[in-house]
T-cell receptor, first 116, second 113 residues
């Protein structure tokens, strides 16, 4: 079974600074998808960024980028120029390619605080 | 374009009772998954419905059951509620069995007293 581990229960960053959230996963599959979701107090999960395992290039979405290390099974999220609106719970998630997009395995989450 | 909608938003039930939660998927989506998110934890997959059938199931007891209707909306039923069933229940939808991205609703907060 696949597992996802987020070893940082809480992180904090100053506004406009950069922060990196860590995620490791365990799988025997060679092809899969990885995601970072944001869950603000409104509770709705919002997709931040995704990475296909077959792609060597790290995904980037505006201020959000990932460092995908397939051999190390590591998938960290870097948030640049942090904004107050980035404060939320962040979840790393894994999905096997042959399953539907809505079946995900989540980590335990990292609560990000952004200080003004 | 309506996203994923869930009802009710909050619910309080007594131990031993039964509860039904509802989910309408995003327009154009036909696959619905349900998750249980205990306080301070990550969501745990309960089961997934596609073409009105349960296709995949996580490690949850038979007290948890579901249904999908011809319009793709779905229900999650929990029987014989336990205090430990108190959680946020999230619904996620996607299109078909191969779409990469899932879209989530805002969840139903269930409290069992």
């Amino acid at each position: 079974a696949q597992t996802v581990t987020q070893s940082q229960p809480e992180m904090s960053v100053q506004e406009a600074e950069t922060v990196t959230l860590s995620c490791t996963y365990d799988t025997s599959e060679s092809d899969y998808y990885l995601f970072w979701y944001k869950q603000p107090p409104s509770r709705q999960m919002i997709l931040v960024i995704r990475q296909e395992a077959y792609k060597q290039q790290n995904a980037t979405e505006n201020r959000f980028s990932v460092n995908f290390q397939k051999a190390a099974k590591s998938f960290s999220l870097k948030i640049s120029d942090s904004q107050l609106g980035d404060a939320a719970m962040y979840f790393c998630a894994y999905r096997r390619p042959e399953t539907s997009g809505s079946r995900l395995t989540f980590g335990e989450g990292t609560q990000l605080t952004v200080n003004p | 374009d309506a996203g994923v909608t869930q009802s009710p938003t909050h619910l309080i039930k007594t131990r031993g009772q039964q509860v039904t939660l509802r989910c309408s998927p995003k327009s154009g989506h036909d696959t619905v998954s349900w998750y249980q998110q205990a306080l301070g934890q990550g969501p745990q997959f309960i089961f997934q419905y596609y073409e009105e059938e349960e296709r995949q199931r996580g490690n949850f007891p038979d007290r948890f059951s579901g249904h999908q209707f011809p319009n793709y909306s779905s229900e999650l039923n929990v029987n014989a509620l336990l205090l430990g069933d108190s959680a946020l229940y999230l619904c996620a939808s996607s299109w078909g069995q191969g779409e990469i991205e899932a879209f989530f609703g805002q969840g139903t907060r269930l409290t069992v007293v």
